[in-house]
């Protein structure tokens, strides 16, 4: 069984600060990790992607990811927010790199303040 | 096509009626997945095809719902007698037989309210 935790529905931040958002996950196996964006009006996309090669991972637009076993988490950063970077962020778990099975967590809205 | 299209965009409808929502997958793209987005929630895995074989149903609701797919082509998602609780965004994605990054390609989904 896997699942997700997503801490905060919702965040905001200063344009410029750092972002972080939560993931916490649970698996019976090691797991495979996403981050996916949802920009208003869009469909989701993937933004990185944990798959044991290495435990920090870096995504599009700036944004990366520490898979943390001890803490089984796999939060997101961005060292400055853009207001571009405003959008839903879902993170989420799959039993294979296929990710045939994600499982999603609830999902955090960013929101960045000028 | 260039993305994941799906249609309508926006569906309203009545208590008891039925609906169809439809996906286009990227052409050559072997796998076809539906996800359920209720408001403020996280998404919902409904059902998922892959290629032939047998669809993978293990997470719809109820037998209110059923989706087929032609192929590796369309695929139609019905939920008959809807109900209030089925208000939500429908998204499908797709992805291709020879992926392995996990990376599944959503459409912008369709948007069920049931009035």
């Known amino acids: 069984a896997q699942s997700v935790t997503q801490l905060g529905s919702h965040v905001s931040v200063s344009e410029g600060a750092l972002v972080l958002l939560r993931c916490n996950y649970s698996s019976s196996v090691p797991p495979y990790l996403f981050w996916y964006v949802q920009y208003p009006n869009q469909g989701l996309q993937l933004l990185l992607k944990y798959t044991s090669a290495a435990t920090l991972v870096k995504g599009i637009n700036g944004f990366e990811a520490e898979f943390k076993k001890s803490e089984t988490s796999f939060h997101l950063t961005k060292p400055s927010a853009h207001m571009s970077d405003a959008a839903e962020y879902f993170c989420a778990v799959s039993l294979n790199n296929a990710g045939n099975m994600l499982t999603f967590g609830g999902g955090t809205r960013l929101m960045v303040k000028p | 096509g260039a993305g994941v299209s799906q249609s309508p965009s926006n569906k309203v409808t009545e208590k008891g009626k039925d609906v169809e929502l439809r996906c286009d997958p990227i052409s050559g793209h072997t796998a076809l997945y539906w996800y359920r987005q209720r408001l403020g929630q996280g998404l919902e895995f409904l059902i998922y095809?892959?290629?032939?074989?047998?669809?993978?149903k293990s997470g719809l609701p109820s037998d209110r719902f059923s989706a087929e797919r032609t192929g590796e082509s369309v695929s139609t998602l019905t939920i008959q007698r809807t109900q209030q609780e089925d208000s939500a965004v429908y998204l499908c994605?797709?992805?291709?037989?020879?992926?392995?990054?996990?990376?599944?390609?959503f459409g912008e989904g369709s948007r069920l309210t049931v009035l």
């Open positions: 095809f892959q290629g032939n074989s047998a669809p993978d």
């Open positions: 994605a797709s992805k291709g037989q020879f992926a392995n990054t996990g990376e599944l390609f």
